[in-house]
């Protein structure tokens, strides 16, 4: 079979044996927002036409693609819900070489009654909800971080921090990308920006530091970036944690490792989990479909 | 003599009777991004020259225009420090047609240690010292709003909350701005935003909310933008005013009393100050200096 993580930016997909291990890769910059309405069929079948000219029939996608935007909208699932529940509401797609389903995004609401959504992540956890403990707490950062809570081997509920988006709009929108160079994050400015977070105000008060650290020359401006980037997973895992968590990172190595440091800073413990995450999951939702 | 507040955006200019009255006002969008490196005489000569014709001898600046990017670069005064200690830091300007001194920003050290700065603000408060109790709390709202301390007659301390500026950079650079529609902040939103902020979870989750009450059809369009400044406006207060504090508000009257709601919502009270503290201010300096 072939699974597809279908993202905003983003299109990646495996070939995968019976048995779950992934025998081929595509991947292209050919997200849902660079595919045109009506044209979902078209790009599909430019991206992995000749695996199925090898006889694959089965194609199991996940991510925006179900969203309003993407091809077909699937409801949200709601939570709890786990890897059977993912597989009985699985959305057909029409599509003429094989048979296409789509595994819907997962809904619920935070404390305050406030809604909750994700696409895509729901798929990256169902992949680890056999190998997780039973109440695990998983993090996916990126431009919406996700923390999801598991009990029972389903997701019990979630949050999201807009951690990765509002960065980057800081960066490239505000004073505070003045001063900034492009480089690698510097681990210890990232490390003084999570300390920092930690202290007495708040993040838009924080926020201020990295122009007046830089106007009185106590922080360079190739680490300024870094100091910025800590100072916002910072506050994300202050928020977002309770004390002396275990956490599961699930994502992006390199951005898996800064949030392994943040963790570690505010009295958790952290793994990083392997990056095929997305194939996992669609290997797990696929059998219990009976496709492999 | 002449009153000039002259910041990054905007130039207001007040001509001033001896006793303090305001007697003529010119304002333009003439900031000081707006001046060409050696243009600020010409400008300055361009916004008030009629009344240096009809005799006027004196003028004194405040605001952005004492920075690095402005005329001439005034050193920030060290807190604590007051009209008198601004009085005798005036730094002397080039110009013909009159003697022109420029009022010097202020710094100050949070309790982080992390630097402060502000060039404007201090003119302002200098013109609130009188009038204020001993030990006051004012909140000066904009794009890097300042709430500032007083002791003494002095300015104690103050600290930097950068609400303004990162409204601006999400509501046009990141997903929450798409659902958003001009015109009025809708008042009830507001308020539900600055309750929200009191909440459970950090600001990065909150705003993510913005979105999905959007989605679910839980926040109409037209109240989006009122809800996110309420988030924001209420996390700042939230962070940075002492339980039961009694503040006073001052700048723009309409930002001033969306602050009082979020202040009186956090359990604050709060009274709004009028909005010509820039020429107070200068008046007060002044005075010090013997101009009038």
């Given at each position: 079979m072939i699974g597809v993580d279908w993202g905003t930016s983003n299109f990646r997909a495996f070939r995968l044996a019976s048995d779950g291990s992934i025998?081929?890769?595509?991947?292209?910059?050919?997200?849902?927002?660079?595919?045109?309405?009506g044209g979902f069929a078209e790009a599909l079948e430019n991206e992995i036409g000749e695996w199925l000219s090898e006889g694959e029939e089965h194609v199991l996608l996940c991510g925006m693609v179900g969203s309003r935007q993407g091809w077909v909208e699937a409801e949200y699932l709601a939570c709890p819900a786990g890897a059977d529940e993912l597989a009985a509401a699985v959305v057909g797609v029409p599509f003429d070489r094989a048979e296409v389903r789509l595994v819907p995004g997962m809904k619920s609401r935070d404390a305050d009654g406030v809604p909750e959504v994700m696409r895509g992540e729901e798929t990256q956890v169902a992949g680890l909800l056999d190998t997780c403990s039973d109440d695990a707490l998983l993090c996916?950062?990126?431009?919406?971080?996700?923390?999801?809570r598991l009990h029972g081997g389903k997701v019990a509920g979630f949050t999201t921090?807009?951690?990765?988006?509002?960065?980057?709009?800081?960066?490239?929108?505000t004073i505070l990308g003045r001063s900034m160079v492009a480089g690698d994050v510097d681990r210890e400015a990232f490390l003084h920006g999570v300390e920092?977070?930690?202290?007495?105000g708040g993040l838009l008060?924080?926020?201020?530091?990295?122009?007046?650290?830089g106007l009185m020359d106590e922080l360079r401006a190739e680490a300024s970036a870094g100091y910025l980037s800590g100072l916002l997973i910072g506050h994300e895992?202050?928020?977002?944690?309770?004390?002396?968590?275990?956490?599961?990172?699930v994502g992006d190595?390199?951005?898996?490792?800064?949030?392994?440091?943040?963790?570690?800073?505010?009295?958790g413990s952290a793994t990083i989990e392997d990056?095929?995450?997305a194939a996992r999951g669609l290997t797990v939702v696929a059998r219990r479909m009976g496709w492999i």
């Amino acid at each position: 079979m072939i699974g597809v993580d279908w993202g905003t930016s983003n299109f990646r997909a495996f070939r995968l044996a019976s048995d779950g291990s992934i025998v081929g890769r595509r991947s292209s910059a050919r997200g849902i927002l660079q595919v045109e309405p009506g044209g979902f069929a078209e790009a599909l079948e430019n991206e992995i036409g000749e695996w199925l000219s090898e006889g694959e029939e089965h194609v199991l996608l996940c991510g925006m693609v179900g969203s309003r935007q993407g091809w077909v909208e699937a409801e949200y699932l709601a939570c709890p819900a786990g890897a059977d529940e993912l597989a009985a509401a699985v959305v057909g797609v029409p599509f003429d070489r094989a048979e296409v389903r789509l595994v819907p995004g997962m809904k619920s609401r935070d404390a305050d009654g406030v809604p909750e959504v994700m696409r895509g992540e729901e798929t990256q956890v169902a992949g680890l909800l056999d190998t997780c403990s039973d109440d695990a707490l998983l993090c996916l950062p990126g431009t919406h971080s996700k923390w999801v809570r598991l009990h029972g081997g389903k997701v019990a509920g979630f949050t999201t921090s807009m951690t990765g988006e509002v960065y980057r709009a800081l960066r490239k929108h505000t004073i505070l990308g003045r001063s900034m160079v492009a480089g690698d994050v510097d681990r210890e400015a990232f490390l003084h920006g999570v300390e920092r977070a930690a202290t007495a105000g708040g993040l838009l008060h924080h926020l201020f530091g990295v122009r007046t650290l830089g106007l009185m020359d106590e922080l360079r401006a190739e680490a300024s970036a870094g100091y910025l980037s800590g100072l916002l997973i910072g506050h994300e895992v202050g928020s977002e944690m309770p004390k002396g968590a275990q956490v599961h990172l699930v994502g992006d190595e390199a951005l898996c490792s800064l949030y392994r440091i943040a963790i570690e800073a505010c009295g958790g413990s952290a793994t990083i989990e392997d990056e095929d995450a997305a194939a996992r999951g669609l290997t797990v939702v696929a059998r219990r479909m009976g496709w492999i």
